[in-house]
Nanobody
């Protein structure tokens, strides 16, 4: 059974950093496009970042450009989200997702193939 398991969330002060990890088990990780999404209370889930299967292509939502970096280690079946200069508006539950389609991940399609359970990130001012 395929599982995506996020870790690395927590509470941090504004301006601080966190690194989220998403470990994938059960299938061939390097065939999947991987993405990070987030959902704050009372809001829709939003796309944060995506990385292609080989790590060559990445894309970010405008609000995190220059602060967040997505990367992957296909040898460890893990995708990462390095978050720097965190702001209170970054507070949300962060989810990783996997799909074969880069475009579907960028669009945040609801029927992406795999989703993790989420990890809470709280940024205090």
């Amino acid at each position: 059974q395929v599982q995506l398991v996020e870790s690395g969330g927590g509470v941090v002060q504004a301006g601080g950093s966190l690194r989220l990890s998403c470990a994938v088990s059960g299938r061939t990780f390097n065939t999947y496009v991987m993405g990070w999404f987030r959902q704050a209370p009372g809001t829709e889930r939003e796309f944060v970042a995506v990385i292609s299967w080989n790590g060559v292509s990445t894309q970010y939502t405008d609000s995190v450009k220059g602060r967040f970096t997505i990367s992957r280690d296909n040898g460890k079946n893990t995708v990462y989200l390095e978050m720097n200069n965190l702001k209170p508006e970054d507070t949300a539950v962060y989810y990783c997702a996997a799909d074969r389609s880069y475009g579907a991940v960028v669009r945040g399609d609801r029927n992406l193939e795999l989703w993790g359970q989420g990890t809470q990130v709280t940024v205090s001012s």
